[in-house]
Nanobody, 117 residues
Framework: QVRLVESGGGLVQPGGSLTLSCAASGSGFRAYDMAWYRQTPGWERELVAIITRRGSTNYADYVKGRFTMSRDNAKSTVYLQLNSLKPEDTAVYYC???????????WGKGTLVTVSS
């Protein structure tokens, strides 16, 4: 069992930056692929970025060049650096962990990012 806790959300002006963190408790973090998703009211949850257990990253087109995902296995934590934020980036951001077994699929409760002047 893995518990995920996101933090770092808040209110930021357009063009600003934030760093989100997702801390995982439980064992085996190194074996998990990790991802960030986001969701706005009335819309489906969408994938933002992925980092594999080997450290490879992939990003949604709408955040490429602006967001950077990283992981620190020693701290069992992943990060999402959000730069050049736009009002349309406003959403609840969720962390997800996928282990080598299909049942190992865990979500955090999310952290709210609001981009507004």
């Amino acid at each position: 069992q893995v518990r995920l806790v996101e933090s770092g959300g808040g209110l930021v002006q357009p063009g600003g930056s934030l760093t989100l963190s997702c801390a995982a408790s439980g064992s085996g973090f190194r074996a998990y692929d990790m991802a960030w998703y986001r969701q706005t009211p009335g819309w489906e949850r969408e994938l933002v970025a992925i980092i594999t257990r080997r450290g490879s990253t992939n990003y949604a087109d709408y955040v490429k060049g602006r967001f950077t995902m990283s992981r620190d296995n020693a701290k069992s934590t992943v990060y999402l650096q959000l730069n050049s934020l736009k009002p349309e980036d406003t959403a609840v951001y969720y962390c997800r962990a996928n282990g080598p077994i299909v049942e190992q699929d865990y979500w955090g409760k999310g952290t709210l990012v609001t981009v507004s002047s």
